[in-house]
């Protein structure tokens, strides 16, 4: 049984220390998944790092008491809290893609850990590797052991990283968003290892994630923090069901609903954070509309890759990135376009935008042709018509520009405004249109959050006057309360100006919210596409159901009246 | 991965041919071949019998075409300065600046990546900024100053090693060696320390910098986690994984090392190719001159070509493809 109480983590910087971490009280019995929710920096990882005595430096802890069973956590010398690691605590991390030494075999990684632990000898430690394996739900483990990381698929290299975490049979393990880089269907199944591993191995969990709804599914207790406190803990249902702390509350608030669709979320800043109306940057995009609501129609849309040759004399195989795709985005509307990781969305997005050159089809934006990519002139007017907002905010700005340079860029670039200073002055009034504070214009892209950070994005696409827009997953990188701000503030620029807008996202409950069509997307064939609301309610492909059924929910009666009113 | 191969294959012939062209021109552009070889005192008539013989006349490609035939048949041409075969001259000389570049190399590596581990596993430790400090000093002296330095402490001050020359070579074939006498070796010391210097800081600092990118990768923090020990996640995990690209590097280097002895050569009359060259050049002996750049490029080419095997070789992930 984990024991922690009063735990402080704190990190020496010029300016004295930072708590990172206070007052976490927390324990976690045999068998019990513990989830620990919170937003981006709310400390939860930290508190799982403390654990396992792996704080990156030069964090420290300064207060507290951490037990494992009768063991002091804390008054381990450096060797034999690293004997303790695997043996007795273990940790999944998030991204199965980068948690495994790409250079040596599962066998190699598997053997070396299980001797690590225990005095066994090469052989038996690989009878016991297969058998986990197997029962972990690899087929044909004696073959497959053999195989490096980069030959298993996500989701199977999820459960490699699992089998290693469970190999030395560990009282507790630290799950750092194990499901966070998974798709839906992968993750029910990850999920349901969990669950199972805690059932039969008694296996203590503490679960870290930033989404709710995994938690709802699989958590027995719950602990809530916001930077570096904790708000709440408690049983799930109470907790997500009854939340006492107005902070649990405003977190709930901001999940979407995945089976039904309101209206606005509710957000608690949201007086400041709402878009500003009746200022320059309005009147400026509605004057500049030529175009009164732009729609787009794609015919029989194919994209080919080159595949990996398999012969010096054979052409390699051609890789179907998207086949046949008919998509028809009605103007003025909202398109939400689904599917799981590699099932082509971004590549139909860089389709449309020019980026990549489709085999064969027609798009139409508007009544006129679209060329596809190489074919489409750089002076070609859809270039200034398409915008797009990706999905890395972090990544998606010139770090080395002012955040006014950035945004004044497509006014000077499209010819729109030719004097600096009106340039200056419009970026600002579409900062505020964005709900952000014009000074903005003199800051870098690094002094703002993720969160502040799309709105840039979104204020940026806006300046070149577009009538569609691309949001290739708008808020995947983000947190759920900021999530729910961008999602508003979208819903209000499309009513506003009439914008058609392709909506990509891997996350159905957001699509329901925002989109009034939905397109299944699924290797790289359209599986089915009708209004979102008879989508949702009535799905007719096996697909959709399915995703539908796999995605983690909320119980109905632990949403707050803010959702389901 | 055959295939990743021939490409390579094909892309050094070119290489090649494009060097070879290079060399090529040297004759055509760099002054008359003719003037070059007779004096004042043969006739205008005798100097154009002995073009038409030499096939100057013929058009461009023609003359490009059968120099690299030529080439490839192992005739090298004869030198202006000594008249001998080119191809006796570097395979006589070749040896030395081999042992030469592939000792340095091998002190650059043994020294190199151990410290460059041992900086990037105690970055705070006071030894630590002693050798970085110190290897940076070591790459912003000149090579020349440090061959030099080397002579006066080791060969003028104490009188341990000797300062120029092979010392005691032995015949293995047609391979002047001084890899199997203790003279041999003493002489090899300072040369090869000083060619190696600046390679070795490099690999150091390039093992350093990969090593600590590579200890706060997930898979490091994972096997910390797991309680790999810690000799094995030193070792197996992060070097292994340190030296993919550190190799590229190397290989790069070496061939460096082996076209830019020139200067140490030439501070310790190490008798290589890179002494050759400079006769050459104050010759102007364009002949050797062609083959020296042509055989240069071929080192160039051969070493990358390992490196690319041995990219293959290290890394799975380009060996097997993916089956799912």
Known sequence: MLTIKDLAVKFPSRFGDVTAIADVDMTIKPGEIHGLVGESGAGKSTVGAAVIGLLAAPGYVANGKLSLGDTDLRKLTPEQAHEIRGDRISMIFQDPQTSLNPLMTIEDQLIETIQAHSDVSETAARTRAVDLLEEIGIKNAAERIKAYPHQFSGGMRQRVVIALAICTDPELIIADEPTTALDVAVQSQVLDLIRRLARDRQIAFMLITHDIGVIAQIADRVTVMRNGRVMETGETPQVLGAPTHPYTQALMDAVPPLDHRIARFRVPEEDTAGVVTGNAAEKWLLEGQQYALTGLTLQDICVRFAGPRTSLFRKPEPYVALKDVNLEVRPGSIMGLVGESGSGKSTLAKAITGLITPSSGTMHLGDDILPDGKARSRHHPSRQLVQMVFQDPYSSLNSRHRIGAILTEPLWFYGFVQDAKERERLAAAMLELVGMAPDAVDKYPHQFSGGQRQRIAVARALLARPRFLICDEPTSALDVSIQAEILNLLKDLQAMFGLTILFISHNLAVVRQMADDTAVLRNGVIEEMSATEDLFARPKADYTQKLLALTPVMPREWQSEAVTG | ?324
């Open chain 2, 1 to 324: 991965m055959v295939y990743f191969i021939l490409k390579r294959l094909v892309q050094s012939v070119f290489v090649m041919l494009a060097v070879a062209f290079l060399a090529f021109s040297l004759f055509r552009f760099v002054g008359d071949p003719i003037t070059q070889m007779t004096g004042v005192e043969t006739s205008v008539a005798d100097q154009e019998r002995l073009r038409e013989e030499l096939g100057l006349n013929d058009p461009f490609i023609l003359q490009f075409g059968r120099f690299t035939s030529d080439m490839l048949q192992g005739d090298f041409g004869f030198s202006y300065r000594t008249r001998q075969p080119v191809a006796e001259m570097i395979a006589d000389r070749i040896p030395a600046t081999l042992e030469l570049g592939v000792v340095a190399l091998l002190i650059s590596l043994l020294v190199g990546i151990p410290a460059g581990v041992y900086t990037a596993l105690r970055p705070r430790g006071i030894a630590t900024q002693a050798i970085l400090m110190t290897t940076l000093v070591g790459v912003s002296i000149p090579t020349f100053v440090i061959g030099i330095m080397l002579i006066f402490v080791f060969g003028v001050q104490l009188g341990w090693l000797p300062t120029f020359g092979r010392g005691g070579t032995v015949q293995i074939g047609g391979w002047e060696s001084s890899l199997f006498t203790l003279e041999g070796w003493r002489a090899l010391l300072l040369p090869a320390i000083t060619l190696g210097v600046y390679q070795l800081t490099l690999t150091m600092r390039l093992v350093r910098a990969e090593m600590m990118e590579v200890m706060r990768s997930d898979y490091i923090r994972f096997a910390m986690a797991r309680g790999v020990p810690m000799r094995k996640l030193h070792y197996r995990h992060a070097l292994a994984n340190t030296m993919v690209p550190v190799i590229t590097i190397i290989g790069l280097q070496f061939g460096g090392v082996i076209a830019f002895s020139i200067v140490t050569e030439s501070v310790f009359q190490w008798p290589g190719m890179g002494l050759l060259f400079l006769e050459s050049i104050r010759f102007v002996d364009i002949p050797v001159m062609g083959v020296y750049l042509v055989v240069i490029a071929f080192f160039f080419v051969l070493v990358n070509l390992i490196v690319d095997m041995l990219y293959v070789a290290i890394d799975p992930r380009l060996r097997i493809r993916d089956v799912q």
